[in-house]
């Protein structure tokens, strides 16, 4: 503005201003070339004192708007020269289809933004410290970002999300082919990735929310999608199932490095959803496709590499389980079909069985296997193969499956399952116990036979018929207990404490009397022998077990049999003596279940032979005739009474099995009404001694099964009506679903009782009174006192 001064004269002059500068504009200057210097590295040239003060100064001066703009201008403009200067000219140029030329190039790009990145944040620390008081008195009070928020909101503006500039399409699609690249197995410089996903990490968007999420994981999930779908169709057409188990986990191993080393490690469960479905979900058909090759194999690496991918999505452990059941169902099947074929025993053969310890007597031939044998092997090898493939699935379960508790359950219900397919499965099961508790039995040990019992003991857990492997045991135990054969008394009664702890004292109780019965039998054996010693002894010595009828099985009801002169009154003196000692007892005598020792005089020897106490009845007959004599079928049966089944299974024994001291006439291996027999003077034997008996346990024929499961019927039958009416009497009135209920719990132990025969039992307790309908509910029922 122009001046008026008075000259000396008091005349008036013009004169023009004089140029200044004001004081914050200069101060502003000297700020602005201070922060320049920093931004070209040459803050070593600034004094920290001096710089601050111009900010200050132009804070406490009001001019704190001016200074806030005019540091963001700079910092912009520095940041658009950087995205020129460093970044846009490392661009790739997409013109190679090599990945390690590609790689390369995003390597470039990468450190450049990094580079950028890191000199940035270290300008904008320096900014921070000589602007601190902007920050405190000015920013603050306005309500405005600090100056290094500001830094790095302008570095997302001007560099990330650049509206003049593809850095950010460049930098995401560099980062996502590293990755790529890494994923194909090159090497490519971890740490550098890692950088600038940290930049992704550190800014922020308007939401305070880093952009990490939106700008570099989705298209990095979106990318792992179409990498891993593409990947598991690839590897499921071109190698084996052991081989991608193995590399979907070395997979997952390496993406759970990859997003520790490059990403940020809460992206990993969506990374992980990704190869779960892609991996495993989509390929579990596939994956278990190859589940019976690693269990024929006993790859348990394999198992196990399977059990832990099928852990990782909800629907693998039900498909691995049914997977599973289907595989031992199938093994198990074919078991019961093996065993089936060679178990049909043909009726009347069972003579030409010889015991088991006579198949170690060394004879000039080995006899032809009967039908008999055959069944009975087929039984031991069902169990044999059953307890090797629970083995072998145990072994399984313990080392690859890490003894999950639902695939054991799994397990469990396949192995009930194609065991209650096969009928004679308590049979067998029996049977292979009776083997193993005989004497001298393959030389086992006792620990040894313990072992088996044990392993034998979990295939009696899958048995539903419990009742039913009852009766055949007891049939069995009773033939060990009354021929002598039991391996030892105390491998018995362990094998009796491992079925008392599986179904309780009741199912043993009867089995328990057995013992208790020759052990008293044992002790009236000698004081009967006391007695005929004193009264001048008897002409053959006799030993008798007393057997309680509700004991033991009734083996033979027809024990009618006429036995020689001797032997009958020396078991007319024993049944005074021991009447004389029990009054008020019955003694009904069972010889098919005795046995006899004898010595048979040959043209060449004699010999001592043990038979049963039906078989000397027979020989007795040949005894007072003469040597060449023949006796129809029908003489013998008339002189002995007894009945047909018993005496063909003794002439079978005596004429067509190994030692064939009678001879049949015409021969052959069935009896037939018409046959005659004649004593085999010209009869010769090695051993001395020997033994001649039918085998002591065989599986039963059709008829015999027949029969067998009618008894059991019939006794499920009144175990079931006791069980209703035990329920009834402590409840007095119950509805009839919860009653059906209460009785399946109660009887399960034994058996599984059919709904309709419990309803029938109901119906017959009603007729006989002992239950009534109730008058009001139709449904309930009441009981009758």
């Known amino acids: 503005?122009?001046?008026?001064?008075?000259?000396?004269?008091?005349?008036?002059?013009?004169?023009?201003?004089?140029?200044?500068?004001?004081?914050?504009?200069?101060?502003?200057?000297?700020?602005?070339?201070?922060?320049?210097?920093?931004?070209?590295?040459?803050?070593?040239?600034?004094?920290?004192?001096?710089?601050?003060?111009?900010?200050?100064?132009?804070?406490?001066?009001?001019?704190?708007?001016?200074?806030?703009?005019?540091?963001?201008?700079?910092?912009?403009?520095?940041?658009?020269?950087?995205?020129?200067?460093?970044?846009?000219?490392?661009?790739?140029?997409?013109?190679?289809?090599?990945?390690?030329?590609?790689?390369?190039?995003?390597?470039?790009?990468?450190?450049?933004?990094?580079?950028?990145?890191?000199?940035?944040?270290?300008?904008?620390?320096?900014?921070?410290a000589v602007l601190a008081y902007m920050d405190r008195s000015y920013s603050e009070q306005a309500g405005l970002l600090q100056t290094y928020d500001v830094g790095l909101k302008l570095f997302l503006e001007r560099i990330m999300h650049s509206s003049q500039l593809p850095i950010q399409r460049h930098l995401v699609n560099s980062i996502l082919n590293q990755i790529r690249v890494d994923r194909e197995g090159y090497?490519?410089?971890?740490?550098?990735?890692?950088?600038?996903?940290?930049?992704?990490?550190?800014?922020?968007?308007?939401?305070?929310?880093?952009?990490y999420h939106k700008d570099l994981e989705q298209p990095f999930l979106g990318e792992s999608r179409i990498y891993f779908k593409t990947e598991g169709e690839s590897l499921t057409r071109t190698i084996g199932v052991a081989e991608y188990l193995h590399k979907v986990e070395a997979r997952f191993t390496s993406e759970e490095h990859l997003v520790n080393f490059m990403m940020s490690f809460a992206t990993w469960d969506a990374l992980r959803e990704i190869l779960e479905k892609h991996l495993i979900t989509d390929q579990i058909n596939f994956m278990l496709s190859g589940l019976e090759a690693m269990i024929d194999h006993d790859n348990m690496d394999a198992l196990a590499r399977l059990f832990r991918l099928m852990l990782k999505v909800p629907d693998g452990m039900p498909a691995l389980r049914r997977s599973l059941k289907v595989s031992i169902t199938q093994r198990g099947r074919r078991i019961n079909d093996g065993s089936s074929q060679l178990s049909q025993t043909v009726a009347g053969d069972e003579a030409g069985d010889v015991d088991m310890q006579d198949a170690a007597v060394k004879g000039k031939g080995k006899e032809?296997?009967?039908?008999?044998?055959?069944?009975?092997?087929?039984?031991?090898?069902?169990?044999?193969?059953?307890?090797?493939l629970k083995d072998k699935f145990d072994r399984i379960h313990s080392i690859a499956f890490g003894t999950d508790i639902t695939v054991q359950g799994a397990m469990v219900e396949a192995f009930e399952s194609f065991i209650h397919v096969n009928s004679k499965a308590?049979?067998?099961?029996?049977?292979?116990?009776?083997?193993?508790?005989?004497?001298?039995?393959?030389?086992?040990?006792?620990?040894?036979?313990d072992v088996v019992l044990d392993k034998t003991i979990t295939l009696f857990r899958f048995i539903s018929e419990k009742d039913v492997f009852e009766r055949y045991y007891k049939a069995h135990l009773a033939k060990r207990l009354l021929h002598g054969r039991s391996v030892s008394e105390d491998a018995e009664r362990g094998m009796l404490a491992k079925l008392k702890v599986e179904c309780g004292f009741q199912f043993?109780?009867?089995?328990?009397?057995?013992?208790?019965?020759?052990?008293?039998?044992?002790?009236?054996?000698?004081?009967?022998?006391?007695?005929?010693?004193?009264?001048?002894?008897?002409?053959i010595e006799m030993g008798v077990t007393v057997m309680t009828s509700t004991f033991w099985p009734t083996l033979h009801s027809?024990?009618?049999?006429?036995?020689?002169?001797?032997?009958?009154?020396?078991?007319?003196?024993?049944?005074?003596?021991y009447l004389s000692r029990h009054s008020g007892r019955r003694l009904v005598w069972q010889p098919s279940l005795g046995n006899v020792d004898v010595r048979v005089q040959f043209k060449s020897r004699s010999h001592d032979v043990n038979v049963s106490t039906l078989a000397v009845v027979i020989l007795m007959l040949f005894a007072d005739v003469e040597d060449d004599t023949r006796l129809s079928y029908e003489q013998i049966r008339a002189a002995t009474s007894i009945s047909d089944v018993e005496l063909k299974r003794n002439l079978q024994s005596l004429a067509c099995a190994k030692y064939k001291i009678l001879r049949k006439h015409p021969p052959g291996r069935e009896i037939a009404d018409e046959d005659d027999f004649s004593f085999n003077l010209s009869f010769t034997c090695p051993l001395q001694r020997f033994k001649i008996a039918t085998i002591s346990a065989r599986v039963e024929t059709s008829e015999e099964s027949k029969e067998t499961r009618a008894h059991i019927e019939e006794e499920r039958r009144h175990q079931t009506e006791a069980c209703i009416v035990r329920i009834?009497?402590?409840?007095?009135?119950?509805?009839?679903?919860?009653?059906?209920?209460?009785?399946?719990?109660?009887?399960?132990?034994?058996?599984?009782?059919?709904?309709?025969?419990?309803?029938?039992?109901?119906?017959?307790l009603i007729e006989r009174e002992y239950l009534a309908r109730s008058p009001t509910d139709k449904r309930s029922y009441t009981y009758l006192a």
């Open 187 to 211: 090497t490519i410089h971890q740490s550098i990735v890692k950088e600038c996903v940290a930049v992704f990490l550190t800014l922020e968007d308007d939401l305070g929310k880093a952009i």
């Open 728 to 764: 009834m009497k402590d409840r007095k009135t119950m509805q009839h679903n919860t009653l059906v209920h209460e009785v399946t719990r109660q009887l399960s132990t034994r058996f599984q009782p059919n709904p309709n025969d419990i309803k029938k039992r109901i119906e017959s």
């Open 368 to 388: 032809k296997e009967t039908p008999a044998n055959q069944a009975l092997s087929a039984a031991h090898a069902w169990v044999e193969d059953v307890l090797s």
């Open 508 to 539: 043993t109780q009867k089995l328990e009397g057995m013992f208790n019965d020759i052990k008293l039998s044992a002790e009236s054996n000698r004081l009967y022998k006391n007695y005929i010693s004193s009264s001048g002894g008897q002409p």
């Open 1 to 128: 503005m122009a001046s008026v001064q008075r000259g000396p004269k008091g005349k008036a002059k013009i004169t023009a201003p004089k140029a200044k500068t004001t004081p914050h504009t200069e101060t502003w200057n000297q700020l602005a070339n201070a922060i320049k210097e920093i931004h070209n590295h040459n803050a070593i040239n600034l004094s920290f004192e001096a710089v601050y003060r111009y900010a200050y100064t132009l804070v406490i001066y009001k001019h704190g708007e001016m200074l806030y703009g005019g540091v963001k201008g700079l910092i912009r403009d520095n940041l658009d020269k950087l995205a020129r200067e460093q970044i846009v000219v490392q661009f790739p140029t997409g013109a190679t289809e090599d990945p390690m030329q590609q790689a390369s190039e995003g390597d470039r790009l990468l450190r450049a933004v990094n580079k950028v990145w890191e000199d940035h944040c270290q300008n904008m620390n320096k900014l921070k």
């Open 426 to 449: 308590p049979e067998f099961i029996s049977l292979f116990i009776d083997e193993n508790l005989k004497k001298g039995l393959k030389g086992k040990t006792d620990i040894e036979i």
């Open 558 to 577: 027809d024990t009618s049999c006429s036995l020689p002169t001797e032997m009958a009154a020396a078991m007319t003196s024993f049944q005074q003596f």
